[in-house]
């Protein structure tokens, strides 16, 4: 998946984030399978624990079964089609989540080739904000970063200027 793009900043500012809310000794359900991000959590001293890749917009049941006191969803929703079920469903009281945010300048992600690979959301912040408060979330602190390309051109250089990820920790 990241072969030759590791996201270092994203993960370096999820962390920062995830670290100010969340204490070590509160049990997570990171929303998505095993990845890179759920093994830094790890390292850093959190016990978290994965959903198995089944479809959230339609099987809730690791998300009803799961007794964790927190829940992360980091870049998943904007793969849902209807993210609110899910959101709906979380027994914990605590929720940090990340989306990439939709720039005007730049279409939907689409994989050819991997149909779990694809955006069908990119929310501005306001619709995000309205989503979790709609599915019972009230939001305690957000911040945004940029991601700027090593590239040239028009949409690269409007990537220094334009937040492109929005991240949330929210309670009930």
Same mark, same amino acid.
């Given at each position: 998946?990241?072969?030759?793009?590791?996201?270092?900043?994203?993960?370096?500012?999820?962390?920062?984030?995830?670290?100010?809310?969340?204490?070590?000794?509160?049990?997570?359900?990171?929303?998505?399978?095993?990845?890179?991000?759920?093994?830094?959590?790890?390292?850093?001293?959190?016990?978290?624990?994965?959903?198995?890749?089944?479809?959230?917009?339609?099987?809730?049941?690791?998300?009803?079964?799961?007794?964790?006191?927190?829940?992360?969803?980091?870049?998943?929703?904007?793969?849902?089609?209807?993210?609110? @079920?899910?959101? !709906?469903? &979380?027994?914990?009281?605590? $929720?940090?989540?990340?989306?990439?945010? #939709?720039?005007?300048?730049?279409? /939907?992600?689409?994989?050819?080739?991997?149909?779990?690979?694809?955006?069908?959301?990119?929310?501005?912040?306001?619709?995000?904000?309205?989503?979790?408060?709609?599915?019972?979330?009230?939001?305690?602190?957000?911040?945004?970063?940029? @991601?700027?390309? !090593?590239? &040239?051109?028009?949409?690269? $250089?409007?990537?220094?200027?334009?937040? #492109?990820?929005?991240?949330?920790? /929210?309670?009930?």
């Amino acid at each position: 998946m990241y072969e030759n793009n590791f996201p270092n900043k994203r993960y370096k500012h999820t962390l920062a984030f995830l670290q100010k809310h969340i204490g070590t000794s509160e049990s997570i359900l990171d929303l998505g399978v095993e990845n890179p991000f759920s093994e830094i959590m790890k390292a850093s001293g959190y016990h978290v624990e994965n959903t198995k890749g089944e479809d959230l917009d339609v099987d809730f049941e690791a998300v009803s079964r799961s007794d964790a006191s927190v829940v992360t969803a980091f870049e998943i929703f904007e793969h849902m089609v209807a993210p609110y @079920n899910v959101l !709906k469903e &979380i027994k914990a009281n605590k $929720l940090v989540a990340s989306i990439p945010m #939709r720039l005007w300048f730049s279409p /939907a992600y689409r994989s050819k080739t991997d149909l779990w690979d694809r955006h069908y959301h990119e929310f501005e912040d306001w619709q995000f904000d309205w989503l979790l408060e709609k599915a019972g979330w009230t939001i305690k602190d957000s911040a945004k970063w940029t @991601n700027p390309a !090593k590239k &040239i051109g028009i949409r690269p $250089l409007l990537r220094y200027f334009t937040n #492109r990820y929005y991240i949330v920790y /929210a309670e009930r």
